[in-house]
């Protein structure tokens, strides 16, 4: 391996928790990784340290108001330095061995869709692309050459267990969900949890958008799509099952009545670490699982009804054709209004299954055949959503 020529990264969304994660494990294999681009939307200083740390190629701000601010930070550092939605979209086609697609919401399908343009590995942890514009996505990536890895835990798990096992021998896959810190409150409590509790997450440490998610159990829905999309299986062979410890992250069950399962602590740097050097291992720091200090793993049938938007993503995917793009983009709006206080949290779920309902009355969920298909949906969902916000 001492000979092996460093594989060319860049990271889309690296000051997030993902992005962090990723340059946190290049950072301790220093002869594996080279970096080409690193992106991030706001956030220039944090931007310009981790370009200088890792001697990034490309430094891009997504938001053009803080480019003075990342030039003035990479100043005489030789790094190339852009800004705006269109440099984001161009740092994905930096030539590159691997981009890893840490962008959160729709804000990442475009960017996404060029990486996997260039015909590279494609390691996706934005599941928002695959939720919205799924069989577009698989096609376009089928078509470049590109070799599509999944970050998401679960199914990082999944495709793990699934191995060599052939499509026709799977039976189901269950993704299994921690349930979030709301897991064990009655609806009376949770129409009044607040933005401080919902992102407090008892297992995963993660962005603001997803730990929301989590403690709705859309995340688990959102997900439920993302494996129709990455996995052989149909709708009704998907299921969601909570299991607090978030150990076990997925469990595959095949024909012969064996389950794989994948289990590793719920620390993101084992999943990042397997899609950047599939079918090698990188080693981690990520603690070792202790079977006998953990003593149990439980498991529960998720909560409909206190969990409603489970049941709504769910119903989302069987719809098809739009509807995804719709139930992704209207959340993406509920989740940012409830973490500015405009709305509770059970007005989450009614939002988005509003924002369907209104969006099926005008025959709005026809399918989507072109990215841009997907994007004026996603936009005509957003406005629409924001008008269905209660208050
Ligand atoms: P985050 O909020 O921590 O980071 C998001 C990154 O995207 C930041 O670098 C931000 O600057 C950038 N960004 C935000 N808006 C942008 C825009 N409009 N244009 C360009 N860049 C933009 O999010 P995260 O938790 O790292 O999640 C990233 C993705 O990974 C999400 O799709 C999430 O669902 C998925 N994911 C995250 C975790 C986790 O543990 N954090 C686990 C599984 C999947
Ligand atoms: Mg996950």
């Known amino acids: 391996p001492g000979t092996r020529r460093p594989q060319r990264l860049s990271v889309l969304g690296a000051t997030g928790s993902i992005g962090t994660s990723t340059l946190d494990l290049v950072g301790r294999h220093p002869d594996r990784f080279e970096i080409v681009a690193l992106t991030a939307q706001c956030n220039a200083a944090r931007l310009a340290e981790l370009a200088i740390a890792h001697r990034a190629q490309l430094a891009v701000i997504g938001d053009?108001?803080?480019?003075?601010?990342?030039?003035?930070?990479?100043?005489?550092?030789?790094?190339?330095?852009?800004?705006?939605?269109?440099?984001?979209?161009?740092?994905?086609?930096?030539?590159?061995?691997?981009?890893?697609?840490?962008?959160?919401?729709?804000?990442?399908?475009?960017?996404?869709?060029?990486?996997?343009?260039?015909?590279?590995?494609?390691?996706?942890?934005?599941?928002?692309?695959?939720?919205?514009?799924?069989?577009?996505?698989?096609?376009?990536?089928?078509?470049?050459?590109?070799?599509?890895?999944?970050?998401?835990?679960?199914?990082?798990?999944?495709?793990?267990?699934?191995?060599?096992?052939?499509?026709?021998?799977?039976?189901?896959?269950?993704?299994?969900?921690?349930?979030?810190?709301?897991?064990?409150?009655?609806?009376?409590?949770?129409?009044?949890?607040?933005?401080?509790?919902?992102?407090?997450?008892?297992?995963?440490?993660?962005?603001?958008?997803?730990?929301?998610?989590?403690?709705?159990?859309?995340?688990?829905?959102?997900?439920?799509?993302?494996?129709?999309h990455l996995f052989p299986v149909e709708a009704h062979q998907l299921e969601a099952i909570v299991h607090p410890q978030s150990v076990v992250h997925c469990l595959v069950m095949l024909e012969d009545g064996s389950v794989m399962a994948q289990l590793s602590q719920p620390d993101m740097r084992t999943p990042i670490a397997l899609a950047l050097s599939w079918p090698e291992r990188l080693t981690t720091p990520v603690s070792r699982l202790d079977l006998l200090a953990l003593k149990t793993l439980s498991f529960e049938a998720p909560d409909l009804d206190r969990f409603p938007a489970l049941g709504i993503a769910t119903d989302a995917l069987r719809h098809g054709g739009a509807a995804p793009a719709v139930l992704n983009a209207a959340n993406e709006v509920a989740v940012a209004a409830f973490i500015d206080r405009k709305i509770g949290f059970l007005d989450i779920a009614q939002t988005v299954a509003s924002c369907l309902e209104k969006a099926e009355s005008l025959g709005l969920l026809s399918s989507v055949e072109t990215l841009e298909d997907v994007l004026a949906v996603d936009l005509e969902a957003r406005n629409m959503a924001r008008m269905l916000l209660p208050g």
């Open 64 to 228: 053009p108001a803080y480019y003075d601010d990342l030039k003035s930070h990479l100043a005489g550092t030789g790094i190339r330095v852009a800004a705006g939605a269109d440099a984001v979209e161009a740092a994905a086609l930096e030539p590159a061995d691997c981009v890893m697609a840490a962008i959160v919401g729709a804000a990442g399908l475009t960017p996404t869709f060029a990486a996997a343009g260039q015909g590279c590995r494609v390691a996706l942890a934005n599941k928002e692309c695959l939720v919205s514009a799924g069989d577009i996505f698989l096609r376009h990536v089928r078509q470049s050459g590109a070799e599509l890895l999944p970050v998401d835990s679960e199914h990082s798990g999944a495709f793990q267990s699934i191995g060599q096992t052939q499509a026709a021998s799977i039976e189901k896959i269950v993704l299994t969900a921690s349930g979030g810190p709301f897991r064990t409150l009655d609806r009376h409590a949770l129409a009044r949890v607040t933005p401080e509790q919902a992102l407090k997450h008892p297992n995963w440490s993660m962005g603001a958008k997803v730990t929301i998610d989590s403690a709705t159990l859309m995340n688990k829905g959102l997900e439920l799509i993302e494996a129709y």
